[in-house]
């Protein structure tokens, strides 16, 4: 019987679960460190005992959250403000959970509130932050490649700066096929002459095109409308 090897998805997938767990506990118990003035010693017995014994259960509740909101389900590459959102909302669904648990189970414990604001916060930067790892490091591989392979990119112009035209440009960057590097855009609106979209600036409107085309070498142009 052959053993199906596991996909880079998969171990991506499982990374992203083991990170998770990691920044799940540094913000529980990091949270409550912080609020008391970064010293345990300050933190009452009885909390501290409670919170640990609690730690696996959150734990287990933040990953389902994190589950139900697809945060497993996106692909590596193409994190964006979708996974943003769901990350925030997933985050402070937990915190609210959380504190009607701790309500709960610890009555009569004095919790301060900060925490439940601390953790949140540590929460929701560390698990969004390291989904945004992959990207940052294609793009900077990306970005290292042209510089080094500068003489075999297809210097080009895209007509166009408006939506179709980022996505263009940011698909071209994280792309390790393509050797399309995009070096100047045009657009007919004159609000948008000078700006930059993805780091390339906009040069102008089409009766630019011969000039930009001369100017930097352009091999290929693509009309993004």
Same mark, same amino acid.
């Given at each position: 019987m052959k053993v199906k090897p596991i996909s880079t998805f998969s171990w991506r997938r499982l990374a992203a679960i083991v990170l998770d767990i990691l920044f799940i506990n540094i913000a529980y118990f990091g949270s409550m460190w912080i609020r008391f003035d970064f010293r345990y010693s300050l933190i009452p017995y009885q909390l501290s005992t409670e919170l640990i014994k609690l730690a696996p259960l959150f734990t287990v509740l933040a990953l389902a959250l994190y589950w139900v909101f697809k945060l497993y389900q996106s692909l590596a590459a193409y994190v964006g403000f979708p996974e943003i959102v769901r990350s925030f909302l997933a985050n402070l669904l937990f915190v609210f959970v959380q504190f009607a648990t701790m309500r709960l189970t610890l009555y009569g414990i004095w919790i301060p509130k900060g925490f439940y604001l601390i953790e949140?916060? /540590? /929460?929701? *930067?560390? &698990? %969004?932050?390291?989904?945004? /790892?992959?990207?940052?490091?294609? /793009?900077?591989?990306? %970005?290292?490649?042209? *510089? &080094?392979?500068?003489?075999?990119?297809?210097?080009?112009?895209? &007509?166009?700066a408006g939506e179709a035209g980022r996505t263009l440009i940011h698909e071209m960057n994280v792309s390790e096929k393509v050797r399309n590097n995009v070096v100047a855009l045009i657009d007919d609106d004159a609000t948008k002459h000078g700006r930059t979209i993805e780091g390339v600036k906009i040069y102008g409107g089409r009766e630019q095109i011969e000039e930009v085309v001369h100017q930097f070498g352009i091999q290929e142009i693509i009309v993004a409308l």
């Open positions: 949140f916060f /540590l /929460l929701f *930067t560390g &698990v %969004t932050a390291h989904r945004f /790892l992959y990207r940052f490091q294609q /793009l900077m591989e990306r %970005t290292l490649q042209k *510089t &080094v392979n500068d003489d075999n990119s297809i210097p080009t112009l895209i &007509v166009g």
